[in-house]
């Protein structure tokens, strides 16, 4: 592909690409709720940073004309239990033994003047014991004084996580700058979750609009904004699951002690999210709650505590 065309597809006319850099670390963990099962752990970290923009991912990423882009990158690492992580066999309708690690690349092409944001990106880790959860999960336990899990022997085996997933945010009514319902799409094709997914998003209280960036800004770009935001948040989503590695198992991979079997796996499933917000100036903290109904016959509902803190470098 020539240069110069190749140049207008990655910064499309009337498109800026923003300065801003970020990073954002983020804790997600049950034991707020005194359980230790499911969706049991998770961390993060997030940077922001228009030096992303070189990379040729990008040229598969999505860019519609107009607005900001922001160019990201972000590491998750999340894990996985049965309901009873004492049993040292393998527990026959639960949920198997799971962590992973990945990769995204992603952008956000961010639009105020529509309200509008079209976020995409492209994953790429891995699933298994190379993850790392199972030694994660068994020093917390030591440091907490608490019993040693057993089962992690029976833990999904290694398989490739690639993936791409594409996300709408639209603004569907707003009253001044104190409430703002958002609508949200996205949908997901890959090895670790295919799906999609719709729902409402709610936020209100002393804020900056959710379009005009994303949370916090640098001191040049701060001009025209509320230096200090302090605000309540809510999110309904509903979620089709065309596959669910963590349940199922990777696709390459068919080694695995137990995955629990593709009908037993519900395949639409509500979650909710409440929590509260705060921000001065290039710093930001959120502290929410997340609640899930069963994600397979026979599990019960669960819910956890996130937790994220972004700054601007």
Not at 59 to 72: Q, V, W
Not at 187 to 205: C, D, I, K, Q
């Amino acid at each position: 592909m020539a240069g110069p065309v190749k140049a207008a597809l990655i910064n499309p006319p009337d498109s800026t690409r923003s300065n801003d850099r970020i990073v954002a670390g983020t804790f997600a963990n049950d034991a707020t709720f005194r359980t230790d099962y499911y969706y049991t752990q998770g961390l993060g970290i997030n940077l922001v940073h228009p030096g992303l923009a070189a990379s040729p991912v990008n040229n598969i990423l999505l860019h519609p004309a107009g607005g900001n882009r922001y160019h990201g990158l972000q590491i998750q690492f999340d894990t996985f239990t049965p309901l009873k992580i004492l049993d040292p066999n393998i527990r026959y309708g639960d949920r198997p033994y799971a962590g992973y690690i990945y990769a995204t690349q992603y952008l956000i092409a961010n639009n105020a003047a529509r309200k509008q944001r079209l976020t995409s990106g492209l994953a790429l880790g891995f699933l298994g014991p190379g993850a790392g959860a199972k030694q994660l999960q068994i020093k917390a336990h030591e440091l907490l004084d608490s019993p040693r899990p057993l089962g992690w022997d029976n833990q999904l085996r290694t398989d490739l996580i690639l993936g791409y997933q594409a996300a709408l945010d639209q603004q569907l009514l707003a009253a001044g700058k104190v409430l703002e319902l958002i609508g949200q799409a996205d949908a997901s094709v890959g090895t670790l979750y295919t799906g999609a997914a719709g729902g409402l998003f709610l936020r209100a209280g002393k804020m900056n609009s959710y379009f005009q960036n994303l949370g916090i800004t640098t001191r040049e770009n701060r001009r025209g904004t509320q230096k200090f935001q302090f605000y309540a948040q809510g999110r309904l989503t509903g979620k089709l699951v065309g596959y669910n590695a963590t349940l199922q198992g990777g696709l390459l991979n068919k080694s695995n002690p137990y995955t629990l079997p593709g009908e037993l796996v519900k395949r639409t499933v509500l979650q909710k999210t409440a929590g509260l917000v705060g921000a001065y100036g290039g710093v930001s903290f959120e502290s929410s709650v997340v609640w899930i109904t069963p994600e397979f016959k026979g599990a019960r509902s669960h819910q956890w505590m996130y937790f994220e803190l972004r700054f601007v470098l």
